[in-house]
């Protein structure tokens, strides 16, 4: 069976993806990219706002015209935006042949299998994962599912339901088979980094899992992704900043800058406690880079609240921020308030923030100019060479143009010198001298997990 999948929304959809797609080819499933091959078509769909759902949307009705034309057999949406809107989908999409909520993604591999679609017989760990893009080397861990935090805008507890965190030797095997699969770059993920172990009550948080992950694996970057401020302790900051393995780098979503919008948005944070924090973490961590997001247009938002967001963001110099317009979600406190931010309005606020945003990145950046930076290359296009510094996140910060590095392999750790700036978010450089390559012995012994023999078949 030929199968196509399409991966919409965050990181830890990724995941899933990349879980289920292993164990479908396990049992018999060969994965194409040209949905115009595949029997059977799967789409991971994202509910989280209302761009989200149309994407969802559009691909769930792209796959099923390629049903009703022939090309494929069965169609299956599974999910954030089905566990929340099944029954709505399921009348108005005859077409599509199951539906899945995230709840119910267990079900995935024995409705194929009772379609007799795949194999039934198992044989590989179920942290084994098929990976489907060009960076094989960068990859992404999901330590903890779901969110207690109850933001008044977000819809994330309704799709996940409550926080629950992976046993720390569980995560710890995913990441060394990850290793085993050639993972060079792991991003730790979740809805709130911060809250891990905190429900297990075993004494292992978040902390703890970095050093576990240090001391159990090879992998040379660790990279944190999705961290409230609130949640970050002095612990966590002294193992950041005694561990180089552990990239300095934080993702940090802070969504607003008004005490009264966030009050509003029942955000743990204030604008003061924001500002604390990322003044102990810079002092803490040298040349650390910070990530957030933000909404505007929130129920409420006055030109005065844009306007105390707008200076926040001058104030701190964040290295990059993301944002996006607010929109209701159904079942969210926020769906009962009055949404009284025009689109207009949403969209022109939007446009200033990131356009500040912009001249406020390529100013940061500027101060790395002439100093020398460890970079990872990820691919060469075009002869050339494509890395990213410590400070760049994948697929969201920006690349580094490596020259000189151009016949190394992806996955390789290199010291390269900063030359300049392009487009306001990328770097140039110059490559300097070659760190670590893949397929180097590990710097240390360690145990490795047992696994199938069939793991090769989901590497490179």
């Known amino acids: 069976m030929k199968l196509g999948f399409i991966t919409l929304g965050c990181d830890k959809n990724t995941v899933d993806s990349e879980r289920y797609l292993a164990q479908l080819a396990d049992r018999g499933a060969e994965y194409t990219d040209d949905l ?16 989200a759902k149309k994407e969802s949307l559009d691909a ?37 042949d199951l539906f899945l909520g995230s709840s119910e993604m267990d079900r995935l591999l ?39 935090h109850g933001c008044a805008f977000c819809a994330i507890p309704l ?16 990441a060394q088979l990850l290793e085993a699969q050639g993972a060079r770059e792991v991003n ?40 409230y401020s609130s949640g970050i302790t002095p612990r966590l900051l002294e193992v950041m900043a005694s561990q180089p393995r552990i990239l300095p780098y934080l993702d940090m979503p802070m969504q607003h800058a008004s005490d009264a919008v966030l009050a509003r948005m029942r955000r743990p944070e204030r604008q003061h406690t924001i500002r604390d924090r990322v003044k102990t973490v810079r002092e803490v961590v040298p ?29 701190i110099q964040f290295e990059r921020v993301g944002a996006f317009t607010y929109s209701p979600q159904e079942g969210t406190k926020a769906a009962d308030m009055i949404d009284d931010v025009p689109e207009s309005v949403k969209r022109q606020r939007l446009e200033r923030l990131m ?46 143009y490596v020259q000189g590095a151009e016949d190394l392999a992806p996955g390789t750790i290199i010291d390269a010198v900063i030359e300049g700036i392009e487009d306001d ?11 670590d390559a893949p397929g180097a012995p590990p710097k240390r012994a360690r145990s490795l997990p047992v696994m199938s023999t069939s793991i090769g078949s989901f590497g490179r």
């Not at 049903?67 to 009348?91: D, N, P």
């Not at 965190?165 to 995913?174: G, K, M, Q």
């Not at 880079?289 to 963001?313: H, K, N, S, W, Y």
């Not at 970079?375 to 002869?383: A, K, L």
């Open 188 to 227: 730790l993920v979740a809805q709130d980094l911060a809250h891990y172990g905190r429900d297990r009550r075993d004494g292992f948080t978040l902390p703890e899992l970095l050093e576990a992950l240090v001391k159990e694996t090879s992998i040379p970057w660790l990279r944190m992704l999705y961290l």
């Open 159 to 174: 799709m996940r339901g409550k926080h629950r965190s992976f046993a720390l030797d569980e995560v710890i095997r995913e």
């Open 355 to 400: 356009e500040l945003q912009r001249q406020i990145t390529a100013e940061r950046y500027e101060r790395f100019i002439g100093r020398t930076a460890r970079s990872m290359v990820d691919r060469i296009v075009d002869g050339e060479a494509q890395a990213r510094t410590v400070w760049q996140a994948d697929d969201i910060d920006g690349i580094a």
């Open 36 to 51: 115009t091959e595949a029997e059977v078509i799967v789409i991971n769909t994202c509910g989280f706002i209302d761009a």
């Open 60 to 96: 769930i009705i792209q796959a099923g015209d390629l049903k009703e034309a022939g090309v494929c057999k069965a169609v299956v949406a599974v999910g954030c935006m089905v566990q929340r809107h099944k029954g709505e989908l399921e009348a108005a999409l005859p077409e599509v």
């Open 110 to 148: 024995p409705e194929l299998e009772a379609r007799g679609l795949i194999d039934d017989v198992p044989s590989i760990h179920p942290g084994v994962r098929l990976f489907t893009g060009d960076t094989p080397h960068i990859r992404y861990l999901k330590v903890s599912e779901g969110c207690d």
């Open 425 to 435: 978010v990328d770097f140039r450089a110059t490559l300097l001298r070659v760190i």
């Open 287 to 315: 040349d650390l880079a910070i990530r957030t997001t933000c909404i505007v247009g929130f129920p409420g938002e006055t030109d005065e609240d844009f306007a105390q967001l707008m200076g926040f963001l001058e104030e």
